[in-house]
């Protein structure tokens, strides 16, 4: 094991796939300077440009500055026998491809009679909570959710970005990484030797037994923080990491609130139509004889992002709104069995 941030497993996870098959390549913009292939050029980063000297211009490939034209080549090089790693930078540069996403990349498997493979993977940065603007913080991971044909995960640790970058590369599916900025300095141990997290696979990230809290993306560290709080107050509460979004690992969630008997879903996304609301449709209509309050989600409002820093700061869920949240569905009155329609 060795510590690693964020950001370095993800560059390890690349370089192990890159020295594993030849067929893998990074494409994207200013990625011939950028040794993780993530944004723009370098920032942030160690080592610039070892990736290049490494793997050369044929399997490290700048592109134009065109989203659509990027998807598009990373799509027809899928199906003709790559598979790219593509480099989308801010996450919210995806809607200018949403032609290639939506009519090409999700569905060319279906449309070819699955003659043709798609095995690409877009990565994107979520640059929410760093005072980017409206343009630039999106989450915009519940929009593909609603796209047939494609896989979406969304990783909260350095472990799970390793080790879920590494299957998603292996997949012949096209799949989509959506990687929270605020999580890139986190550290942890991680294994420096090469190992797989399957996709659809949720984590347990603590136990508990009296309220489930599914948290995804930068969520889960709040979520394992008011956890940690409310276990003093004797609360006992279990966080889930779904880490894949799409498959969704819906048996490792309804375990845990047949268990617990309550849900509060945290994720950074708007409210409607978010995974949070997925999530909760997913329990009321499976176990709803199991709850025992009503499900609570905690995200960021329907509104734009506000430049302030201080306005931005009260947009998405924190230790101390998922606590609340906890503490309110602990409260709430026991739900009641609905009189059969006479």
Known sequence: MTVMSYLGAIGAAQREAMDADERVIIIGEDVEANVYGTTGGGKSRSDKGDFLQRYGKNRIRNTPISEEGIVGAAAGAAMTGLRPIVDL??????????????????????????????????????????????????????????????????????????????????????????????????????????????????????????????????????????????????????????????????????????????????????????????????VAEEIFDSLKAPIIRVTAPDMQIPFSPSLEKQMYPTKATIAAAIRRVVDLPALQPVAAAV
């Open 89 to 282: 930078s801010y996450s919210s540069f995806l809607y200018m491809a949403m032609d290639q996403f939506v009519n090409q990349v999700a569905k060319n498997r279906y449309m070819f009679g699955g003659q043709a493979s798609m095995p690409v993977v877009f990565r994107s940065a979520m640059f929410y909570g760093l005072n980017t603007g409206a343009h630039h913080s999106d989450r915009p991971y519940p929009m593909f959710m609603n796209v047939p044909g494609l896989k979406i995960i969304a990783p909260a640790t350095p472990s799970d970005a390793k080790g879920l970058l590494r299957s998603a590369v292996d997949s012949d599916d096209p799949i989509l990484s959506f990687e929270a900025c605020l999580l890139w300095s986190a550290k942890e141990d991680v294994d420096e030797n090469e190992f797989w997290i399957p996709l659809g696979v949720a984590r347990t990230a603590r136990e508990g037994t009296d309220v489930t809290v599914v948290a995804i993306s930068s969520s889960v560290p709040e979520a394992v923080a008011a956890a940690e709080e409310l276990a003093q107050e004797g609360v006992s509460v279990e966080v889930i990491d779904p880490r894949t979004l799409v498959p969704l690992d819906r048996d490792a969630i309804l375990r845990s609130v047949a268990k617990t008997g309550r849900l509060v879903v945290a994720e950074p996304a708007h409210r409607t139509c978010g995974a949070a609301a997925e999530i909760s449709a997913l």
